[in-house]
């Protein structure tokens, strides 16, 4: 009866001892697995904070190149020495998009990537009175061939044009078009 | 005496069971409302920049670029158009005006598939009366039109309001007429 008794509690000792082991691999199994949900989880927030910012960077890039075109002096009008707002001259832009769309003119497109970067597009259209031909002045050009656009940022923004050919009332109402692209690698 | 031990201790045993199966569930609640709030705060669709910038200013830009823009009749400006037609020294045939006005706001605005207000007050915006208004009517499709966006109903449209733009253009009566500029963007292409 006893040798009987004292097998028991053996038995019963190790069921419980087998029983713990159990209890402390399912706490490290969960612990381990909320430990790789939270992860998981962390990282694809970091991912999106990151994309989120990369596209920041890009809108507030674009804004600052918005501001240096509608700024550049080799655009802008003057009436009697004094600098108009958001106002351009269309013989100077003229003259600009020339300079700027010459094939070979590469330094000259570089020494202008500085103030709008070479993946712009900027270009003005007369629309009051008379509608004219949209003028392009600078055209985007990756730096890389093998580069699509992947992203692109554009506003429109109501200007006046000089015509310092007329005598009276030389100006007409525009819409300066700025894109900014941006590039990255072609998906094949 | 035995048994009664027997029977605390698996009291006890199930008491402590609970609690800890109550502390699991108190701390997953918090991971998940963590969770949920961090996914809702990396899912806000940030500010758009560019449209910010270009919207803060877009209805001034247009009326100052508007102010000084020739006319279709000779010799004139638009402001000096609409001081004509105002006053009425017959200048310029003042049928020219309402087209002209709305050929611009349509190339400009309409274009761009934004609603517009277009509006000029004999004085004052307060005490004013509007003696021209042009809106276009394509905010049908959103649900609101323009002319239903009152002050206090800003709010509650489904169109929201720019900063507006404001020209003043002095009378030869000694008093000034005030031209508004209001530009709408429809709620969920901010």
């Not at chain 1, 003119?105 to 629309?127: C, P, Q, R």
Request: charged letters at 25%; proline letters at 4%; a negative charge.
């Amino acid at each position: 009866m006893r040798e009987n008794n004292a097998a028991r509690l053996t038995f019963l000792r190790g069921r419980r001892a087998q029983m713990k082991q159990m209890e402390t691999i399912m706490v490290l199994v969960i612990f381990f697995i909320l430990l790789a949900l939270s992860l998981i989880f962390y990282g694809a927030l970091g991912k999106s904070s990151i994309r989120q910012q990369v596209q920041e960077r890009f809108e507030t890039d674009a804004v600052k190149i918005m501001q240096n075109a509608l700024f550049l002096p080799e655009l802008a009008c003057t009436d009697h020495n004094l600098r108009k707002e958001n106002c351009i001259d269309r013989y100077k832009a003229a003259a600009l998009a020339e300079l700027l769309n010459e094939q070979l003119n590469t330094d000259m497109k570089l020494f202008y990537a500085k103030e709008f970067g070479v993946e712009t597009d900027l270009s003005f259209k007369v629309i009051f009175p008379d509608e004219e031909a949209e003028v392009m002045i600078a055209e985007a050009t990756p730096f890389d061939i093998n580069e699509e656009i992947i992203s692109q940022e554009q506003a429109q923004i109501p200007i006046s044009i000089k015509d310092s050919e007329r005598p009276y009332n030389e100006y007409s109402l525009g819409i300066m078009t700025i894109t900014v692209y941006k590039y990255g690698p072609r998906n094949s | 005496m035995a048994q009664e031990t027997a029977k605390n201790y698996g009291l006890f045993a199930s008491r402590k069971a609970q609690t800890e199966v109550f502390g699991i569930a108190v701390i997953v609640i918090l991971l998940v409302i963590g969770m949920v709030l961090g996914l809702r705060a990396a899912m806000q669709p940030s500010k758009p920049i560019v449209q910010s910038f270009v919207q803060s200013h877009q209805s001034q830009d247009l009326l100052n670029a508007l102010a000084e823009t020739r006319s279709r009749c000779p010799a004139l400006t638009i402001t000096d158009e609409i001081k004509d037609w105002r006053e009425g020294t017959n200048l310029c045939d003042s049928a020219y005006l309402e087209p002209s006005l709305t050929s611009i706001l349509e190339q400009t605005l309409a274009s761009q598939k934004k609603p517009y207000r277009f509006r000029i007050f004999g004085g004052d915006i307060e005490d004013g009366v509007t003696i021209l208004s042009i809106s276009n009517d394509m905010t049908a499709e959103e649900g609101t039109s323009v002319n239903e966006v009152d002050e206090d109903q800003i709010g509650i449209s489904l169109l929201v309001r720019e900063k507006p733009g404001f020209l003043y253009i002095p009378t030869g009566g000694g008093s000034t007429m005030t031209v508004m500029l209001e530009i709408f963007t429809p709620v969920g292409r901010r």
